[in-house]
């Protein structure tokens, strides 16, 4: 589902409840111990039932879909989707084997499921975070227009994009309420249309589609936009949630999850299902006709009771595990009702898109843009200034920096300009002076200067202190033993913080 506006009000589609649940007896005498993943003997015999029967039971138009959920007990049984709208649906329900070659079946009566309606509905101030409300420029048509959540960020190589749905970013595919189809290059905006009355001018650009084409061909609704420099915090950080692991896990029943996204904000959920085949509906542009009906397989189920976790306009939301700090992303949600929303497992739209998840901030001496640490490297007695391009920990080449003057030190490199790759922070022993190189890559582009700083200063490091995806300057006094931190907007020093005075005997190693 899409979240939909019309010029004159909101208009809000929402999936029905799921109606009832039929438990049936289990092959398990007890509920099975550990982790329910995709490894566990009771979620694999399941799997193996589900496999062979769901081909003959998805003939029936009024099965949905079917799942690896549990019964009351925790007991993984074969969970069955009944459209509750069909008129013979209690006919169906009732021919239903209570149990397939040992394995209990559980029938949920729902309505159909759809993509979920493309708040975090403010606009925000450049470089935004993530889990908000965006979407495609012109999703309007039709005396409506339409909106989701720009999810997360990924990289290609060491290009950043934003992650969303293709029906958030990209679905509109007939001109007819429009005049126009969704484009490469096209605009992708914060807020959506749907949060700014339908005025496009009254948002602002914060990437540019690059058509993926995801559906109907493969089995994720995923899209990518180019991230617009300087729009995007770099760190990938998400609304609520902040920044995320690189590295992904793969959902477990039970799995403690959470989300942020445009309507509902940072919600908490389960995994309630695993390997799930499902029919989605799609509309060939914003409150459109049907474009055409996909049957997914192998999708993450998690509960939804009373779209309380998922609801419409949180499409595109990232879902990750449910930790304090720094969690790893689970799912892409994409679909659901008002008792199931399902998500597209992580891993298959990173294939898809040749992609890695990007975490907190960017190296701070990644210079190449390689998600990969590179070293800095200066001689003190010639001068000489070279960085050593890293991967891993293997040298792969070396880059002059030429020589400067020995009076100046390096102090540090950190992302101060937000373009995802080092610059480096230099200060004049002698004179007090402080600059930044501002790097594309290995090659120095331009000169800040910080001005004049006395002597009895030392610049101790450089990092991101306050968590807005910019570095800041750490100082250190050797004479008065005084610390204090610049907070940065980027290469323009905005604000002071004292951590107060420590004896000049201890001294700052920002390593």
């Known amino acids: 589902m899409r979240s939909i506006n019309r010029f004159i009000g909101n208009l809000f589609k929402f999936s029905a409840a ?52 549990v019964d009351t007990a925790g007991t993984p049984v074969l969970t069955i989707y009944v459209d509750r709208d069909a008129p013979n649906a209690r006919d169906v329900i009732r021919n239903l084997p209570r149990e397939f070659r040992g394995v209990g079946v559980q029938v949920q009566l729902t309505d159909k499921f759809r993509a979920m309606s ?15 409300s965006g979407g495609w420029a012109y999703d309007l048509a039709n005396g409506f227009c339409c909106g989701g959540t720009l999810g997360a960020l990924v990289k290609i190589g060491s290009t950043q994009y934003i992650l969303s749905n293709y029906h958030v970013f990209e679905s509109d595919i007939v001109s007819g309420g429009n005049n126009r189809t969704a484009q490469t290059g096209d605009p992708i905006i914060q807020p959506g249309l749907i949060d700014v009355s339908c005025n496009k001018n009254l948002a602002q650009t914060v990437g540019t589609l690059v058509k993926k084409s995801s559906l109907p061909g493969s089995n994720v609704d995923c899209a990518i936009a180019a991230v ?49 085949t499902i029919i989605v509906d799609y509309d060939n542009e ?43 992303a689970v799912g892409l949600l994409f679909a659901g009702t008002s008792v199931d929303a399902i998500a597209n497992p992580i891993g298959q739209v990173l294939a898809f898109l040749g992609a890695t998840m990007v975490s907190g901030g960017p190296n701070r001496s990644d210079f190449n843009g390689d998600g990969k640490a590179d070293i800095l490297w200066q001689n003190s007695s010639t001068g000489q200034r070279v960085i ?49 190189w501002i790097m594309n890559g290995t090659a120095h582009t331009s000169t800040v200067s910080l001005g004049t700083v006395p002597t009895s200063w030392s610049i101790a490091g450089s990092g991101d202190f306050n ?34 005075t420590v004896s000049t005997s201890w001294s700052i190693r920002n390593y």
């Open 467 to 500: 968590g807005d995806g910019k570095a800041d300057i750490l100082w250190q006094n050797s004479s008065t033993g005084q610390r204090l931190i610049w907070i940065m907007n980027g290469t323009v020093h905005t604000s002071n913080v004292s951590l107060g």
């Open 18 to 69: 799921i109606i009832c649940a039929i438990l049936a007896a289990s092959t398990f005498a007890a509920p099975p111990t550990g982790v329910l993943d995709d490894t566990h003997a009771a979620v694999r015999a399941v799997m193996a039932v589900q496999s062979e029967v769901t081909p003959d039971l998805m003939r029936q138009p009024e099965i949905l879909g079917t799942a690896v959920g």
């Open 388 to 436: 050593w391009l890293m991967n891993g920990t293997a040298h792969q080449s070396t880059v002059s920096l030429g020589t400067v003057p020995t009076q100046w030190s390096i102090v540090g490199s950190s992302d101060f300009n937000g373009d995802g790759k080092a610059d480096i922070l230099w200060q004049n022993s002698a004179t007090g002076q402080r600059i930044i």
């Open 228 to 276: 617009v420099p300087g729009m995007v915090r770099t760190d990938g950080a998400i609304l609520e949630i902040g920044t995320i692991s690189n590295t992904t896990v793969s959902a477990f029943i039970n799995q403690a999850v959470k989300k942020s996204g445009r309507t509902t904000g940072l919600t908490h959920s389960s995994v309630s299902g695993l390997n799930a």
């Open 118 to 132: 493309v708040s975090h509905t403010a606009k925000q101030t450049p470089p935004i975070q993530l889990g908000t």
């Open 286 to 328: 914003c409150a459109g006709g049907l474009a055409f009906t996909k049957t997914f397989t192998g999708q993450i189920v998690v509960a939804n009771p009373g779209n309380h976790f998922l609801n419409s306009g949180d499409s595109g939301s990232l879902m990750v595990e449910d930790v304090a700090t720094t969690p790893h």
